[in-house]
């Protein structure tokens, strides 16, 4: 399921090449729709070109009914996608500034790097001007940030601004945009200058084209919710080979030791009963019940992406049962305290003197660090530590990774 | 190139993106950064004082932590690949047929400056924050193209000479 670099599919040490070569792809879409001549640019507003509105518009309805498709099928989860979230009024000033620049420029950003490449003067002049715009912007930050602060859109969708359920919103879009490049077509047929007539236009031929759009907008329309989860179960044997090996278990010192020294962004999921939870659990526990751990709110928490979750139950038969249904789910990063709760405050708290013949270093190292834990346990240090961590029971879903934008 | 192939390649390189990263494509973010890093570089100061620049600046941020830049950069190498292949490669000034060189760059220059300002505060450009923010439908997207379509046009009327 992607993203994939987010979910850490994809190494992220590849973040880099792979996103210059997606810039690679960018700059040859840009220069090859001939965006990097500026009159053509600018004909979308004088109505002569209007390979702007055409390039732009298919471009977005393309990724958007992609999204919501690789959203239905679980290929991608939506709520990890980066938007950018700012005030309405900045927005609409930036916006407006922009518009102003883009007619009086002939590029945007985008554009005048494609057109720069090729050696376009007016691009690399419109380039410079950009820096001393980034630059005015940043000298004078004090006075235009929070200049235009109103209405804060925190990733607010667009069909919820305007009360339309998504797929009705999208089949409008699709709609829209498809009279708005019957109305182009038409508009540059009318150009009397032939000069100024686009060289590709072609008006007619695209009948299969608009009707497989508009089967496309009306399934958009009536898609139900989604009907399948978007978790990608494991396979029986995969998870019976996982079992069988040691890997999943944490010793009672590794535990301790995460939690005394946080070397791990752990999380520890205590699935005892909430009764036994309330008499007594470890430091920064969070409860989720055995019988709830297939509750859909939980399979975020059971998804730790970034960090590692600890299953813990009194004797670790049933937190080794829910790691095999949470594994089965296809949660990554779920582990089993060995031997459980009892185990651990033996270990920990009950730890027997190592015979004094013994030589071996282990076994005494051992012996100090359960002391030295039980103290910090018992002196309520550990506590403390965690308490900064605010774990909670998430109700409601949580960001796993934040996606820093650029743009 | 027909310009419904070419949307239907960026639509489909933009959704390749989201997939692979989890964003979208943007320019102007790549400007910010080159910006900083010089402001930074003659100024360390100045722009540690400054929460624009502060949190991309410093001795322990490097501009080329930023996926950014590395965007710009395949833009740069991509624009001029196809511009090769198309035979389209130098030195050119593109403008109306009723104004000269020196008026054509003095707008220019001034287009860039309003473009540099104005994606700051949408906190992006045409691509980062219209293009990439309808794909994920959110309102932001969409009212960033609508600011920058609409008074385009509307600029257009009083600007006719520049470009016809």
């Avoid at chain 1, 007016?122 to 602060?149: K, P």
């Avoid at chain 2, 090769?84 to 020196?102: H, M, Q, T, Y």
Wanted: glycine share 12%; aromatic share 14%; charged share 15%.
């Amino acid at each position: 399921m992607g993203p994939l670099i987010p979910y850490g599919i994809i190494n992220p040490e590849w973040t880099m090449p792979i996103i210059f070569l997606i810039g690679l792809g960018f700059g040859m879409i840009l220069e090859q729709a001939g965006f990097s001549s500026s009159r053509k640019l600018v004909g979308t507003f004088f109505g002569y070109d209007f390979v702007v509105l055409k390039v732009f518009f298919t471009a977005a309805i393309t990724a958007i009914i992609g999204i919501i498709f690789m959203d239905f099928f679980g290929l991608l989860d939506t709520s990890v996608i980066f938007v950018h979230s700012n005030f309405l009024n900045s927005t609409l000033v930036g916006g407006a500034i922009m518009g102003v620049g883009f007619l009086l420029g002939g590029f945007c950003p985008g554009t005048s790097v494609a057109a720069g490449s090729i050696g376009k003067v007016d691009a690399l002049v419109f380039i410079g001007g950009l820096f001393i715009g980034v630059f005015i912007f940043g000298e004078f930050y004090g006075t235009f940030d929070g200049l235009f602060s109103g209405h804060y859109f925190d990733r607010e969708k667009i069909y919820t601004l305007i009360g339309l359920d998504k797929g009705t919103f999208v089949f409008w879009l699709i709609i829209i945009a498809l009279f708005a490049f019957a109305i182009a077509g038409f508009l540059e047929s009318k150009v009397s200058n032939e000069a100024l007539k686009p060289a590709d236009v072609k008006y007619e031929g695209y009948g299969l084209e608009v009707l497989l759009l508009f089967a496309i907008a009306v399934t958009i329309a009536f898609m139900p919710g989604k009907s399948v989860n978007t978790f990608n179960e494991l396979d029986e044997s995969k998870v019976y080979q996982k079992s069988l090996n040691d890997a999943h278990r944490v010793s009672s010192e590794e535990l301790a030791f995460n939690i005394l020294h946080e070397v791990d962004d752990i999380n520890i999921i205590d699935v005892r009963s909430e009764a036994d939870f309330n008499q007594f659990h470890l430091p920064g526990a969070i409860n989720i019940p055995y019988p709830e751990i297939t509750k859909a709110q939980f399979a975020e928490t059971f998804n730790n992406i970034m960090g590692k979750n600890i299953l813990v139950s009194n004797g670790g038969v049933t937190a080794e049962k829910a790691w095999l249904i949470v594994t089965r789910m296809g949660f990554q990063h779920n582990y089993v305290l060995n031997g459980g709760l009892n185990k651990f405050i033996n270990d920990i708290f009950y730890a027997p003197k190592p015979d004094p013949d013994v030589i071996k270093m282990e076994i005494h190292h051992q012996y100090r660090f359960r002391q030295r834990a039980a103290k910090v346990f018992k002196e309520g240090e550990a506590k403390k530590i965690v308490s900064d961590k605010k774990v909670e029971v998430p109700q409601k879903k949580q960001q796993p990774v934040q996606i820093s934008g650029g743009c | 190139m027909n310009p419904y192939l070419a949307g239907v390649s960026l639509g489909l390189l933009l959704l390749a993106t989201f997939y692979i990263a989890g964003h979208g494509l943007g320019a102007s973010g790549a400007v910010k950064q080159f910006t900083v890093a010089a402001v930074d570089e003659v100024a360390p100061a100045h722009t540690a004082d400054n929460s624009f620049y502060a949190p991309y600046a410093g001795e322990d941020y490097s501009m080329w932590d930023n996926w950014i830049v590395f965007m710009f950069m395949g833009m740069v190498i991509g624009g001029f690949i196809s511009g090769a292949v198309s035979d389209r490669l130098g030195f050119k000034i593109e403008k109306g047929p009723r104004i000269g060189n020196a008026t054509r760059l003095l707008f220019a220059l001034t287009g860039g400056v309003l473009f540099g300002i104005g994606s700051q505060l949408a906190k992006g450009c045409t691509s980062g924050a219209a293009l990439s923010g309808m794909a994920a439908l959110s309102a932001s997207g969409f009212i960033a193209m609508l600011a920058i379509f609409g008074v385009g046009f509307i600029v257009s009327i009083f600007f006719k000479r520049l470009w016809k």
